[in-house]
């Protein structure tokens, strides 16, 4: 299963290769390029480079999710005749068909962000509209998928009300920080590649790997890596083409619902659940992740995503104390702070993109830490989140 998993970076890969040239070529022509977005939006002098990156970034991970789907739903399977499915999924394909429902569910969340992202490039959205359809899809998505996070609070909040709220939150907040990340050349999706790459190392790692998940993070890998061939500023030049709202939104969401599904699952639900390759049955049984040997687990997402996050909370608070609109853009965000420093763009994404990987690699260790090492895996990730603000407070009148 661990090859076959990993396969589906390449195919993503290749796929997401074409599809750029062909969404780079589609943005010329109908000359869908970078724009000046809502009224009162600060941005980086325009460029005649088309925003239409978020189609193959999207069509590379949903092309070959429906397809598997598809292929491997309902299938009736003969172990004496010859099949095209292989044979390591044939004792995965009871749990496969029982959760394609949530599964299409999720496709379908992403393609709702999606299509809002692509009419946000071409005619600016305002906020609070976005905002509305964020929460729905995330509520929507959540109730559809079983997934809620800390169900073992329901007790004590006398209702599930608030694991429900706590995973719209986490949905929306992890959507809008790889939206906000989309501020320099090859910056959120670098970021985005790193979290998902220890995501699934992270899964990888597990007794028991949650095969759903792994195959996710790894076509969401392979549609990234096409990309950023596009994006990464490599040369002076920079980007030949931006993913726009309707990629970091994808992007940002699929990484919110996985690292959900990733983290909140018992290790113990093998009954078709986790190695049944269906996901992680939300929810159920988290009270017996609540221990002092799973604990350090739950954090794990934190930890992945601390540099978003950090961006996230930090711009907007300075734009909140400044009385302005958290979700109005502008020059202000950690990438630009750093430029501000006298970083390069190009140095100012490295450096982001080394940061969140440091802090990754102890969300990778995390899961299976003990509460030692977990004691000081939140002292490296404090220090390095520490030693950044140090450094751009020090520097900024």
């Not at 970078?34 to 088309?50: F, H, L």
Request: contains cysteine; charged residues 10%; neutral net charge.
């Amino acid at each position: 299963m661990d090859r076959l998993t990993l396969g589906l970076i390449p195919f993503a890969l290749l796929l997401s290769l074409v599809l750029t040239r062909v969404a780079r070529w589609i943005g010329h022509g109908l000359n869908a390029l970078d724009s000046a977005g809502v009224a009162g939006q600060v941005k980086a002098p325009m460029r005649r480079v088309p925003n239409t990156g978020g189609i193959a970034i999207f069509w590379a991970f949903a092309l070959p999710f429906a397809g598997l789907l598809s292929l491997l739903t309902g299938a009736e399977l003969d172990p004496n005749d010859w099949n095209i499915v292989p044979a390591d999924l044939h004792e995965h394909m009871d749990g496969i068909t029982a959760r394609t429902p949530a599964a299409w569910a999720l496709l379908g969340g992403a393609a709702v962000l999606h299509v809002m992202g692509l009419i946000d490039d071409r005619r600016a959205l305002p906020a609070w509209p976005k905002l509305v359809v964020m929460l729905v899809v995330a509520g929507v998505v959540s109730w559809r998928t079983d997934t809620r996070l800390l169900t073992a609070l329901d007790g004590w909040a006398g209702g599930a009300w608030l694991s429900i709220v706590i995973t719209v939150a986490w949905f929306v907040v992890i959507t809008n920080a790889f939206n906000f990340l989309d501020n320099m050349d090859g910056l959120s999706g670098g970021v985005a590649l790193v979290c998902a790459g220890a995501l699934l190392a992270s899964t990888l790692s597990r007794p028991e790997p949650q095969w759903f998940v792994a195959a996710c993070l790894a076509l969401l890998i392979g549609s990234l890596l096409g990309f950023l061939r596009f994006n990464f500023p490599l040369s002076r030049r920079g980007a030949t083409i931006f993913q726009g709202d309707s990629g970091s939104l994808v992007v940002g969401f699929l990484l919110a619902f996985l690292s959900a599904r990733l983290t909140y699952l018992p290790v113990d639900d093998a009954a078709g659940l986790v190695d049944a390759g269906g996901g992680s049955g939300g929810g159920r049984g988290v009270s017996g992740l609540l221990s002092s040997e799973a604990l350090p687990a739950l954090f794990t997402p934190l930890v992945v995503m601390a540099i978003p996050l950090y961006d996230f909370v930090s711009v907007t608070v300075i734009r909140l104390s400044q009385g302005k609109s958290p979700f109005v853009g502008d020059l202000q965000h950690f990438s630009h702070r750093l430029v501000g420093h006298g970083l390069t763009k190009r140095a100012a994404v490295l450096v982001i993109c080394g940061c969140a990987m440091a802090t990754s690699i102890g969300g990778v260790l995390l899961a299976t830490a003990s509460a030692v090492e977990a004691v000081l895996i939140a002292a490296q990730t404090a220090c390095v989140l520490g030693v950044l603000g140090a450094y751009e407070w020090a520097r900024t009148p």
